[in-house]
């Protein structure tokens, strides 16, 4: 079978480039690059996509072998039916690793028909390094970089005001626009760049704020040869999604016009508050996720469908999103209506969404996405919910990196693995709670200050690590109830 390229396909003729993409993972391909394929298809939107790997180490080369072709498999339920629609998506025209390629990545700011800046760099991505330059081939957080190419672009059009750029950031963090476009501008301060660009990335480029929604397991290991047995060429950048799309971007009419979604089916909504979507979503459906991570794979399952389809663990998931959904101050039927849709899609047989798949930067994700429900629940009843405190206790013990003499899949920047090790050398459980909770580099505040919070993580450590999961959390769940471990 031939390798996937367009020649074979003859599609040699490439989209001008309109948008610029920072990241090149699963989701990206999957969302984002997908949601330019339909306004392609449907409106002549015209829209090629270059993308920017992040990261010195990436996927930029396996994008390019392959011309920037990729076929995405989305797969579901539709009334009781199994449903699987196969797309080649076909905008990428380039893919830059600026570690390697730093004039590449600069030339991108001088492209003419450039409008748009897209990005997922994950959670901690969005941050602002005070020693980074802009001399530095490139710079090493994300906004540094968008600064730099934003410079390029300002000097290159000499401060057009025509020329700037829609920035779209897709990171699920708070205010991830308004966030990013700070970084910008601080480091405008930082690298005393002239008034007139800061005037210029502040007011001539938009930042909207988004929400996105999709699952998507990314590569199908298990099942790649079914796969590829449905094509007529050997793709080795398959993409399994599934068919639910959300994508919610403040913005108002001129939004619209730029990017004229509201005349296709996709479901993207520009909307001016995306801020009810984003709590329901972040809260539940990746507060769900994150949570589940540690506890599934400390109990030994691989799949979040194993999970959820479980009895012990998939009550453990229902619990935790049950303590989850009452931190929530909205209508308690539109909740429980999208809970149902969301324990629906991970019970998707479809999809094999690997639970390791989804432990990058879990303790960036913790915080963004589960801490503010267990601080929630805990300030509205007086007391620590009994499911998420034990999600945090093994998310903690999960960061030890060795469980039953086996290597878990710990995916995180090397200083908090780091300080995790560190806190495990400790030996006792009493410190090593104490000094992971306290870590405000990790949270974002001191946790030792929750009153009770590190009395009952020593107390589920300790069953954890003598009883296992299972029985651990029926003990922890039993000596919770008995002393309420309230404040």
Aim: aromatic share 12%; charged share 25%.
């Amino acid at each position: 079978m031939e390798k996937l390229n367009r020649k074979s396909l003859g599609l040699e003729k490439k989209f001008p480039i309109k948008v610029v993409q920072f990241g090149e993972g699963n989701f990206l391909r999957a969302f984002v690059d997908y949601a330019f394929q339909r306004l392609n298809k449907e409106l002549e939107f015209n829209a090629g996509i270059a993308i920017v790997q992040p990261l010195k180490e990436g996927m930029v080369d396996r994008i390019n072998d392959q011309d920037g072709l990729y076929t995405l498999f989305m797969n579901g339920i539709k009334k009781g039916e199994k449903i699987q629609d196969i797309e080649l998506i076909t905008n990428i025209v380039k893919a830059i690793n600026p570690y390697s390629d730093f004039a590449d990545f600069l030339a991108l700011a001088q492209e003419e028909e450039l409008q748009f800046i897209v990005s997922n760099t994950t959670e901690a991505g969005i941050e602002f390094i005070e020693s980074d330059t802009p001399n530095m081939q490139p710079p090493v957080s994300f906004p540094a970089k968008l600064t730099v190419l934003l410079y390029e672009r300002f000097q290159h059009f000499n401060g057009d005001p025509s020329k700037g750029l829609t920035i779209i950031p897709c990171e699920l963090i708070d205010y991830n626009s308004e966030t990013l476009k700070k970084y910008i501008l601080q480091y405008c301060d930082l690298w005393e760049l002239e008034e007139a660009f800061k005037t210029w990335a502040s007011e001539a480029c938009t930042y909207h704020s988004t929400l996105v929604d999709r699952i998507v397991p990314g590569y199908p290991r298990a099942e790649i040869e079914e796969y590829n047995n449905k094509l007529e060429y050997q793709d080795n950048l398959i993409v399994a999604a599934e068919p639910f799309f959300l994508w919610a971007i403040e913005g108002g009419e001129a939004l619209k016009q730029k990017l004229p979604f509201h005349k296709t089916n996709l479901n993207v909504k520009i909307v001016d508050d995306i801020r009810p979507f984003k709590m329901i979503k972040v809260r539940i459906l990746n507060g769900a996720h994150t949570a589940m991570v540690p506890f599934s794979l400390l109990y030994g399952n691989k799949l979040v469908m194993e999970t959820v389809n479980g009895s012990f663990t998939g009550q453990f998931v229902n619990s935790v999103i049950s303590e989850i959904s009452g931190t929530l101050d909205m209508d308690k039927t539109e909740i429980l209506a999208y809970t149902e849709e969301v324990m629906d899609r991970f019970k998707n047989p479809y999809i094999k969404h690997a639970l390791a798949d989804i432990a990058l930067n879990s303790i960036s994700k913790f915080k963004v996405r589960v801490l503010p429900s267990l601080l929630g629940y805990y300030t509205a009843n007086h007391k620590l919910p009994i499911n998420l405190t034990f999600s945090l206790a093994c998310l903690i013990q999960f960061y030890k990196g060795i469980w039953n003499n086996e290597v878990l899949p710990v995916k995180d920047a090397p200083e908090i693995v780091e300080a995790f090790k560190s806190a495990w050398q400790m030996g006792n459980l009493d410190l090593v709670a104490i000094r992971i909770l306290a870590n405000t580099d990790f949270w974002g505040e001191d946790l030792t200050n929750v009153k009770g919070l590190s009395a009952a993580l020593v107390l589920a450590l300790n069953e954890i690590n003598a009883n296992g999961i299972e029985q651990g959390f029926i003990n922890f769940e039993k000596s919770a109830k008995e002393f309420s471990l309230s404040t």
